[in-house]
């Protein structure tokens, strides 16, 4: 007959322990925790402190650890924008309640410990509109943004994403896919529509991608991610753009017999209709507009030019769901690229 091996004993003090610049104390909250995998690399969670008895700290968090495992515990310093890293081993971890537990994590203070001089998201500024009605996914953005200089704001529809971006233009747009009824180029090209010219984030689903056709600054984000993954897209994201030389947009028709001359008539076409389409929109001619956009929309990809059509779809819904100033970012994408049809 086997044992059961005991529960660790946690200890009880009260005490706290100051290295360096940071103080851990009993009561802090929401403090990074990262934990080894057995093949290499980390997950990250948050942790609880609950005590401080030298070098041992017991933290209270989701997930059981298993004993010697590796774990770095990430502490703020006091009054800067810096964390300073400590490394630590599981010496004992016991169920608390459903799935929380309490582990101790013996610290190594001989030489562990490192400043992180990374850029802080606090340093981040600006108005941001998040686009998502999953619970889960809005509360871990909002938990990891709410210390930054951001300002949030929420859209759990395609009705309040058109109001806000009408009310007020943000600096930034986060885009979750998984918005639902609206799949997630139907919700760019939306974004796009409502007048946005600025940067969007957009968070993925594992295997999913942002067309190349959606206009402007877009930047991808896979979920699940992880805290600093998520500033590294933001930083990317708000990034001042320096301009780049576009390439040519070849058809997809070129390969095929007589293709060439029917391109060379297209595309001469289509910028003659652009003209058109600029001179309705001046004269406040949306029923003219409308059309005109609606043909280029349907002749883009039957001549091999779907990024052409799914600029003109964008402008096309704003034409026929809004009554308010077209938005000269959409006139500008679609120039741009009938100037690099070939």
Same mark, same amino acid.
């Given at each position: ?80 924008a810096e964390h300073i890293t400590l490394t630590g ?18 610290l190594d203070l001989d030489g562990s410990a490192h ?35 951001? %300002?949030?704001?929420?859209? #759990? ?7 806000? &971006?009408? *009310?007020? +233009?943000?600096? $930034?747009v986060i885009c979750d896919d998984q918005l639902t ?112 956009? %609606?043909?280029?929309?349907? #002749? ?7 990024? &052409?059509? *799914?600029? +003109?779809?964008? $402008? ?27």
């Open positions: 007959m086997t044992s059961k091996a005991p529960s660790p004993t946690l200890p009880e003090s009260e005490c706290s322990l100051q290295v360096g610049g940071a103080r851990i104390t009993p009561g802090m909250r929401d403090v990074p925790l990262e934990v080894e995998h057995p093949g290499g690399g980390y997950s990250r969670r948050v942790a609880r402190i609950i005590s401080v008895t030298g070098r041992d700290v017991v933290l209270s968090h989701r997930g059981y650890l298993h004993q010697d495992t590796l774990c770095r515990l990430i502490v703020p310093l006091d009054g800067e081993r599981v010496a004992g971890c016991r169920h608390q309640s459903r799935d929380m537990h309490q582990t101790v994590v013996h400043i992180d001089h990374s850029t802080e998201p606090s340093q981040l500024v600006g108005q941001v509109l998040i686009i998502g009605d999953q619970e889960l996914i809005l509360r871990i953005l909002r938990h990891h943004l709410g210390s930054t200089g951001l %300002k949030l704001r929420t859209a #759990t529809n395609i009705n309040q994403v058109t109001d806000h &971006l009408h *009310d007020q +233009a943000v600096d $930034l009824h609206c799949g997630n180029v139907d919700l760019l090209a939306a974004v796009r529509a409502a007048g946005h010219t600025g940067p969007i984030l957009a968070l993925v689903g594992a295997g999913r991608s942002v067309p190349p056709s959606i206009p402007g600054s877009v930047t991808s984000l896979v979920k699940p991610f992880e805290r600093d993954e998520l500033f590294r897209a933001l930083e990317t994201a708000m990034a001042p753009s320096s301009p780049k030389v576009a390439d040519p947009i070849k058809s997809t028709l070129t390969h095929q017999p007589g293709s060439k001359a029917l391109l060379d008539w297209y595309v001469p076409q289509v910028k003659q209709i652009l003209r058109s389409l600029e001179q309705a929109i001046e004269q406040n001619d949306i029923k003219a507009a409308t059309w005109l956009c %609606k043909g280029i929309l349907e #002749t883009g990809a039957c001549f091999g030019y779907p990024c &052409l059509s *799914d600029a +003109a779809r964008a $402008l096309h819904q704003h034409l026929t769901a809004s009554s308010g100033p077209v938005p000269r970012q959409l006139l500008e994408t679609l120039n741009g690229l009938c100037g690099r049809l070939c």
